[in-house]
């Protein structure tokens, strides 16, 4: 699937549409849901245009795909949630539902979780 440079998420990352920004590096950048399915859930980004987790790691260069994940845990540090536990959650494609085509890492915390979420 070739990447919508019109999606929603591209659209943050541009500035075009606002966030409530947790956390922003190189690599990536960390936002709050716009429909929180737990007390915090936040969803970290790459900067780069990848459609999925497929593409992602396909294609996607060593270092941005360690940064992506360096940035949840930063994420998981500045929400204070590691102590308490914190749920990370990709969907990729039809079956998982996957709503936004620019890959996303849901965070979820703040309370204990049940067994599924999403
Ligand atoms: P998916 O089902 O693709 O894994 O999840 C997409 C997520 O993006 C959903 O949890 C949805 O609430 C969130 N979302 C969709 N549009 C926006 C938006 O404009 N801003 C923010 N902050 N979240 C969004």
Not at 21 to 40: C, G, S, T
Not at 95 to 102: D, F, I, L, T
Request: proline share 7%.
């Amino acid at each position: 699937m070739a990447y919508d440079r019109n999606n929603v998420f591209a659209r943050i990352l541009r500035g075009e549409i606002p966030c409530r920004k947790v956390y922003e590096d190189e690599w990536a950048l960390a936002f709050h849901d716009i429909n929180p399915l737990a007390p915090v859930h936040v969803l970290v980004i790459p900067k780069g245009e990848y459609v999925s987790m497929a593409d992602f790691t396909a294609n996607a260069p060593a270092e941005a795909v360690a940064g992506l994940f360096r940035a949840v845990g930063k994420v998981a540090e500045i929400l204070g949630v590691v102590e308490s536990g914190y749920r990370i959650l990709a969907n990729h494609g039809a079956n998982a539902h996957q709503e936004v085509p620019h890959l996303h890492v849901h965070l979820f915390a703040g309370a204990p979780l049940g067994p599924m979420l999403k």
